[in-house]
Each structure stands twice: as C-alpha cells, then as structure tokens.
C-alpha cells in the first residue's frame, strides 16, 4: 500500500488548513489510520487517529477541538481538518495505515508511512 499526503503549506497563526492522504494499493477501508508528525529536533507524535469505519476517532489533547480527522473510503481518503492553528504545530506531518485489530497506541503500530507533508505555521 502506498501513501500520498498533501495540502501542506505556510499559514498565519489562526488560519486552517486541510491535509489528505489518499491510499492506494489497497482498499482503504483495511486499515486504521492515523496523522502523525514531527518538528525540528523532536520526536515524532501522535496527532489523531480513526478506525476503519470512521465511527471512532482519538486525539492527542494538545489538538482536540480544534482538529478533525475524517475518513471517505469511496475515495480512498483520510482528511485532517486543521483550525485555529498554532505555531507550535509547525511540524511535517506524516499520514499512517495500521493493519492491526485493536487500536493503534503508537508510532510502532502502523505499518505503512507516507511521505509527510509541511505545515509551517506564522506568528
């Protein structure tokens, strides 16, 4: 399975942005999903994650209500809804695919990586 994320780019603080990942290779529906990402000099962490029907979604709490993932497994597709950005999310962020049956709890629980897309955020 291969992953293609997109819609990086440069923002001001507040403003929002949109990432996809589309999956191809494989039916998407296979798989739980997960965004991940890493800024300069730190550790790659958890963004949010969602299960394969989309019914269930997880945050990391530094995120939760201001993004939003989502999942169109007619298109192949996991989204992450971005609002109210912050610098601090200024990161390269990473798309995931986890073959396993229970819920995904790190980095080390996915199978597959995309490639990363920047999201550099402006004061």
């Known amino acids: 399975v291969q992953l293609q994320a997109s819609g990086g780019g440069l923002v001001q603080a507040g403003d929002s942005l949109r990432l996809s990942c589309a999956v191809s290779?494989?039916?998407?529906?296979?798989?739980?999903m997960g965004w991940f990402r890493q800024a300069p000099g730190k550790e790659r962490e958890f963004v949010a994650s969602?299960?394969?029907?989309?019914?269930?979604?997880y945050y990391a709490d530094s995120v939760k209500g201001r993004f939003t993932i989502s999942r169109d497994n007619a298109k192949s597709t996991v989204y992450l809804q971005m609002n109210s950005l912050k610098t601090e999310d200024t990161a390269l962020y990473y798309c995931?695919?986890?073959?396993?049956?229970?819920?995904?709890?790190?980095?080390?629980?996915?199978?597959?990586w995309g490639q990363g897309t920047l999201v550099t955020v402006s004061s």
């Open positions: 995931a695919a986890s073959l396993m049956e229970r819920t995904p709890r790190g980095p080390r629980d996915y199978d597959y």
């Open positions: 969602i299960s394969r029907s989309g019914s269930s979604t």
């Open positions: 290779g494989r039916t998407s529906s296979r798989y739980f």
